[in-house]
């Protein structure tokens, strides 16, 4: 910028005149604006002082407040306000009226559904994200946020065993990267002309997608929402470890072939939701390779366990996967939303979702990714940065300590449940998901009922969050052990209070 030009556009203060000449543009021209940036730091320490007091007295904080959906409701209702309030009040209702009724799952009591944390480097990394605020869609918009995602891209692939040069993208959670997946293998599928022709009005086979009767729902939904219809998603039946039975799977694609349906994709699931449950990779992979199909393996929980030393050797290998999702927020200590999305075709995901408008043109060269073209997505969060912060204080070594602890407490919680007469896990994981269950009676009936009831008091409390399933032997309670601040104690106190509930509600048991 010339010296006239640096000048001219200098910074003012309030009052300094404007270099414009045009009155009309000077008037009301004097920009409201936002704090002052040391007004910005001293509410930045106020609300660290708030989570620092937090997380110093967390176990004193209930998991969750039960409080009815009207009450709770009637409680946040007022009207728009007129003019702005003070930030300590803002920050003292958020306490008051927000934080108690909330399910807190960065809580080391929080076990339902998949245990997640986020990790202090996280959460800072997430704080000046947001204050970066910047849009990683092209190279140009976010140089250093495109190259930075490449970075921790790689080390992902290095840490679940994927080949580094995959095609990946960080998207926001497994559901669309799942969806992302299904929708680049229809389109490698039918060929490049689906994205101008489209699927109406055309003569085309009927589309078949194939997943397990133990998979997320997500696959379903992406069934709907890429137009294969819930009727040509087939359920593979699961053996006795609710995995994938690929000889199952290869007889439902041969007599899809035989009527003249086409095979699209195969979902495997590395993690299943209820039972943690691993599909046997190399097998399907061999019925997929056999038939032309294409293989998308949903790891979103399973994929990170590798890193453990105890699950070194157990754990499937995900390199024959056309696609791969893993979830760096489920397992790394990495706040939501981070997702990773692998492609080994290289330049399939781009064939499907490229759309490049004029006003989004860029100069290219071999370094240049634009991650835009990876997805639908055209906003983009700088996603990259809680990966590398997190990655980089903790280590390779640092997150395999801490996701060891998790799976050495899952094996002291199932062995204290077989040693409890009365309690039994009826199905087992490799990896830190416990499914246990209450059987005083041979009612199965009765059983489901009083675990129903275990699950319902126990969150109520506030002293823990659990959640359930359903599988071949009944309702299930499932705990899930992930968090980074969950200890030794916190697990004990979990499985005593299961017990006391359980004793109270059916005096055969008695806690110890």
Partial sequence: MSERASEDWKPRGHGEPSNSADPSFRKGSESPGDWPPELFEEHGRELLAVLRAHFESIREV???????????SASLRQDLPEHGVEFERVLDDTRELVLPYLVHWNHPSFHGYFSNSASFPGILAETMTAALNVNAMLWKSAPAASALERVVLGWVAEMVGYPAEADAVL??????????????????????????????GRDLPVLRLYTSDQAH????KAAITLGFGQVNLVKVPSDERYRMRPEALEAAILDDLAAGYKPVAVVATVGTTSVGAADPLQEIADVCERNGVWLHVDAAFGG???????????????????????NPHKCLYIPMEATVLHCRHEGALADTFRLVAEYLTSAQDEHTVDYMNLTP???????ALKLWWVIRTF??????????HSVELAVGLREAVTAEPLWRCPVDSIYPLVCLRYEPSQDREVCDRLNAEIVEELNASGEAFVSHTVIDDGYVIRVSIGNIHTTRADVE???RALREIAARRFPLARAA
């Fill in 217 to 220: 729902s997500s696959v379903d």
């Fill in 493 to 495: 106190r979990l499985w």
């Fill in 395 to 404: 280590g390779r070594t640092g997150l395999a300590e801490r996701l060891e």
């Fill in 62 to 72: 209930p998991v969750t407040v039960p409080r009815g959906t009207g009450e709770l």
């Fill in 377 to 383: 997505q055209l906003g983009r969060s700088f996603r």
């Fill in 304 to 326: 990170f366990w590798r890193l453990a030393p105890s699950l070194a050797g157990q754990v499937e290998d995900l390199t024959r996967a056309d696609s791969l999702v893993v």
């Fill in 171 to 200: 998207v926001n959670g497994a559901s669309l990267a799942t969806l992302y997946a299904l929708a680049t293998a229809r389109d490698a599928a039918l060929g490049p002309s689906v994205r101008v022709e489209g699927l109406a």
